[in-house]
């Protein structure tokens, strides 16, 4: 009993799922340092545009977003890292699979890393991350998704084919079950799915940790109206919910989004369609508010009523809650720049992260002091 307390007191329960992109490292790099110890990030790596892409290109990708990402992770002990939105065929020199080099420029810019797997994945990947030297100190991430879980003895077999092939015991694995896209899909039906297979992989041995993210978030903004706002429900914290009820808090898993963006979001190059907009989570919810396209006048200047209908809205955490809360402020007040597309995604982000992570570990404490009270 007292050791799971411990853990549940010590343990990182947030895992923010992030494209490897300059915005998303200085949300990271602008929290707040105890934010930053209670989460354990998971980088999606992109590719070199397609126009681009040569094994040095993505290479010199890989590189440039090791060297940003290690540059905001001071008090991160490690991170996830994964090659999700890097096709198969987009490999490095001589053929090498491009988890390779993200693992070497995650480790030469001093960052801890755990690589990823999945059932899914191609033979190459698995056999490429078994062959890193550095695997039974650091264990693996095997990530799950919606179609691995559809039959439950199935994905126990291919679990423990899964872990052979990588020569790793349960107790240095994390299972990550990545639901993705929560638009139009069943809360009930994904929750069932994921507490099943808590049960069904649980005879092949006690798991280091076990993670349940997706996105409830839109693939745009294009329903929202100009000049308008929505409030869209980040469904993904209600199935966390349900799957901890149904398994209970002994089994508990960490709780993971894909922060402002829908999963599926992979833009390599400029965005000359972009359109001003805030995207700020408040409890169980996100204030979408929409600008007009950046090519309009006022252009940049709209968000200095973006940022004041989020600072005056009721919602507001207050400028003291982040970076990216004193940021809307600022603006508001015209005592910063209205900054370029990276500068909000770095604000929202970095709102993101900490109100989450408030959230998650208010609600882990809630449930740590409920098996505290609990007569023995």
Same mark, same amino acid.
């Given at each position: 009993?007292?050791?799971?307390?411990?853990?549940?007191?010590?343990?990182?329960?947030?895992?923010?799922?992030?494209?490897?992109?300059?915005?998303? =490292?200085?949300?990271?790099?602008?929290?707040?340092?105890?934010?930053?110890?209670?989460?354990?990030?998971?980088?999606?790596?992109?590719?070199?545009?397609?126009?681009?892409?040569? /094994?040095?290109?993505?290479?010199?990708?890989?590189?440039?977003?090791?060297?940003?990402? =290690?540059?905001?992770?001071?008090?991160?002990?490690?991170?996830?890292?994964?090659?999700?939105?890097?096709?198969?065929?987009?490999?490095?020199?001589?053929?090498?699979?491009?988890?390779?080099?993200?693992?070497?420029?995650?480790?030469?810019?001093?960052?801890?890393?755990?690589?990823?797997?999945?059932?899914?994945?191609?033979?190459?990947?698995?056999?490429?991350?078994?062959?890193?030297?550095?695997?039974? +100190?650091?264990?693996?991430?095997?990530?799950?998704?919606?179609?691995?879980?559809?039959?439950?003895?199935?994905?126990?077999?291919?679990?423990?084919?899964?872990?052979?092939?990588?020569?790793?015991?349960?107790?240095?694995?994390?299972?990550?079950?990545?639901?993705?896209?929560?638009?139009?899909?069943?809360?009930?039906?994904?929750? =069932?799915?994921?507490?099943?297979?808590?049960?069904?992989?649980?005879?092949?041995?006690?798991?280091?940790?076990?993670?349940?993210?997706?996105?409830?978030?839109?693939?745009?903004?294009?329903?929202?109206? +100009?000049?308008?706002? %929505?409030?869209?429900?980040?469904?993904?914290?209600?199935?966390?919910?349900?799957?901890?009820?149904?398994?209970?808090?002994?089994?508990?898993?960490?709780?993971?989004?894909?922060?402002?963006?829908? /999963?599926?979001?992979?833009?390599?190059?400029?965005?000359?369609?972009?359109?001003? +907009?805030?995207?700020?989570?408040?409890?169980?919810?996100?204030?979408?508010?929409?600008?007009?396209?950046?090519?309009?006048?006022?252009?940049?200047?709209?968000?200095?009523?973006?940022?004041?209908?989020?600072?005056?809205?009721?919602?507001?955490?207050?400028?003291?809650?982040?970076?990216?809360?004193?940021?809307?402020?600022?603006?508001? %007040?015209?005592?910063?720049?209205?900054?370029?597309?990276?500068?909000?995604?770095?604000?929202?982000?970095?709102?993101?992260?900490?109100?989450?992570?408030?959230?998650?570990?208010?609600?882990? &404490?809630?449930?740590?002091?409920?098996?505290?009270? &609990?007569?023995?």
């Amino acid at each position: 009993m007292e050791h799971l307390i411990s853990h549940w007191r010590t343990e990182r329960p947030y895992v923010p799922v992030l494209k490897t992109k300059l915005g998303e =490292a200085n949300a990271l790099k602008k929290l707040d340092p105890g934010v930053r110890r209670r989460v354990l990030p998971l980088l999606d790596f992109l590719p070199p545009p397609t126009s681009e892409y040569s /094994p040095i290109a993505l290479v010199n990708r890989i590189s440039k977003a090791a060297s940003n990402f =290690a540059r905001s992770l001071d008090g991160c002990p490690a991170v996830y890292v994964d090659t999700y939105d890097i096709p198969p065929a987009c490999k490095g020199p001589s053929g090498r699979q491009a988890i390779e080099p993200v693992c070497e420029s995650c480790l030469s810019h001093g960052m801890s890393v755990i690589p990823i797997v999945g059932l899914g994945r191609t033979l190459e990947h698995t056999v490429a991350v078994s062959k890193l030297p550095f695997l039974q +100190k650091s264990g693996v991430g095997v990530r799950l998704e919606v179609e691995d879980l559809l039959n439950s003895s199935i994905v126990v077999a291919r679990l423990e084919n899964t872990l052979g092939r990588l020569q790793l015991d349960t107790p240095i694995v994390d299972l990550i079950f990545d639901l993705r896209s929560l638009v139009g899909q069943s809360e009930a039906r994904l929750s =069932a799915l994921v507490s099943v297979a808590l049960v069904d992989v649980a005879r092949l041995g006690p798991f280091r940790s076990t993670t349940i993210c997706g996105s409830n978030y839109p693939v745009d903004v294009s329903e929202i109206p +100009k000049d308008g706002q %929505a409030i869209v429900e980040r469904r993904e914290l209600a199935i966390w919910r349900r799957v901890v009820a149904a398994v209970g808090t002994v089994r508990m898993p960490r709780f993971g989004d894909y922060a402002v963006v829908h /999963p599926d979001f992979v833009e390599l190059g400029p965005v000359p369609n972009a359109n001003a +907009k805030i995207r700020y989570a408040f409890g169980d919810h996100w204030i979408v508010r929409r600008g007009h396209s950046l090519r309009e006048s006022p252009n940049y200047e709209q968000y200095r009523d973006l940022s004041r209908d989020v600072a005056d809205g009721p919602y507001f955490h207050g400028a003291n809650c982040s970076y990216g809360d004193q940021y809307i402020a600022d603006c508001a %007040a015209g005592r910063v720049g209205t900054g370029n597309l990276g500068t909000w995604v770095s604000v929202d982000v970095n709102h993101h992260i900490t109100a989450t992570t408030e959230l998650i570990v208010a609600e882990v &404490q809630r449930s740590v002091a409920g098996i505290e009270n &609990q007569p023995l």
